[in-house]
């Protein structure tokens, strides 16, 4: 069954347990996911789609023994694609009562099968998440700095509104950012502006990768979960990416020279800022130098194909970074 967003007030999980948000506008998603489980007293799980397709038997088994499920649950299942639906076919056949699914998606085409299994079928709900127009957006924008007092210029005002591309999500982030920002007296100009964004984004892409590399899967999982990456940025997140690998590489080969991973550390140039050294040594022990270079093989195919498929990039390059993770 087709919900308009605008509609979400409408829903109620417990009687549709099935829900599917698609499009790209990742920030109503989540609002719109919150107001329907802001009086909800149930637990709440998510996922990444791979985390369950990886082993989706045993985690079907898993709700059906209830180890993992004792009572009533949502589990929200994020950056799904037409392969969920084999999943939630399993699901509806079990006929379970007390599980609701949310399923978070990007664009789905017309002819998407995944789509139309739940715009077909009045127990299920379909809603779709455009992106919002500049004049929505504004007013957000506006509305958030008059409550705050923070005096920012028109100009500004319009950067940020044109980097978040449509999606609310990315604008909230950047207004707190603003707001912590701000908490500390400090006086926002366009200089300061564009190093607030542009360092707290690079510090959550190096996170990201960091922690990939050094195989923490709950933190990677944690760190994709807590941000609204785009399309738009996962360019900049190979690229990241290829730049700690090659670092990664030099360093991998002197260890297997000396064999001291001290020495290793000590002697690297650019020199391993304090607080990067612990995770640098997981690496270099996870990684090979023969591994590593097929990773940047493998990774710059990524980014031709992240550039052929814009659209499914995120994707593309979630499923890749997810499973460095898993492999040994």
Not at 72 to 100: G, H, M, P, Y
């Amino acid at each position: 069954m087709i919900v308009k967003s605008s509609d979400i007030q409408k829903i109620d999980i417990k009687k549709n347990n099935l829900l599917l948000f698609y499009g790209k506008n990742e920030g109503l998603k989540n609002q719109s996911i919150e107001h329907i489980l802001k009086n909800i007293k149930i637990e709440i799980s998510s996922f990444e789609e791979k985390e369950i397709l990886l082993d989706m038997e045993i985690f079907v088994e898993n709700i059906l023994s209830r180890s993992l499920f004792e009572k009533e649950k949502v589990i929200i299942i994020k950056r799904a694609t037409e392969k969920i639906l084999k999943f939630i076919e399993v699901i509806v056949s079990k006929n379970l009562q007390d599980i609701f699914i949310i399923i978070q998606c990007d664009m789905l085409e017309k002819k998407s099968k995944l789509r139309s299994y739940f715009e077909k079928d009045k127990k299920y709900i379909c809603v779709a998440f455009y992106p919002d127009n500049e004049q929505t957006l504004s007013k957000i924008s506006y509305t958030f700095f008059k409550n705050e007092n923070i005096a920012i210029s028109q100009a500004n005002i319009n950067s940020i509104i044109n980097k978040c591309n449509g999606d609310r999500g990315r604008l909230l982030n950047e207004l707190n950012k603003i707001k912590l920002f701000s908490l500390n007296g400090k006086k926002l100009n366009t200089k300061s502006l564009a190093q607030l964004v542009s360092l707290t984004e690079d510090h959550n892409i190096s996170d990201l990768i960091d922690n990939c590399l050094a195989k923490n899967q709950k933190k990677t999982l944690d760190i994709l979960n807590e941000n609204n990456f785009s399309n738009e940025d996962c360019i900049l997140i190979t690229r990241v990416f290829l730049n700690k690998l090659k670092r990664i590489l030099k360093l991998s080969i002197e260890f297997e020279k000396n064999n001291n991973i001290n020495l290793t550390i000590s002697s690297a140039k650019p020199p391993i800022f304090w607080k990067d050294k612990e995770v640098t040594k997981q690496q270099i022990y996870k990684w090979k130098p023969k591994k590593i270079k097929n990773l940047i093989y493998e990774l710059n195919k990524i980014e031709l194909n992240i550039k052929k498929n814009l659209n499914n990039s995120l994707n593309l390059l979630t499923d890749f970074i997810l499973e460095q993770t898993y492999i040994n």
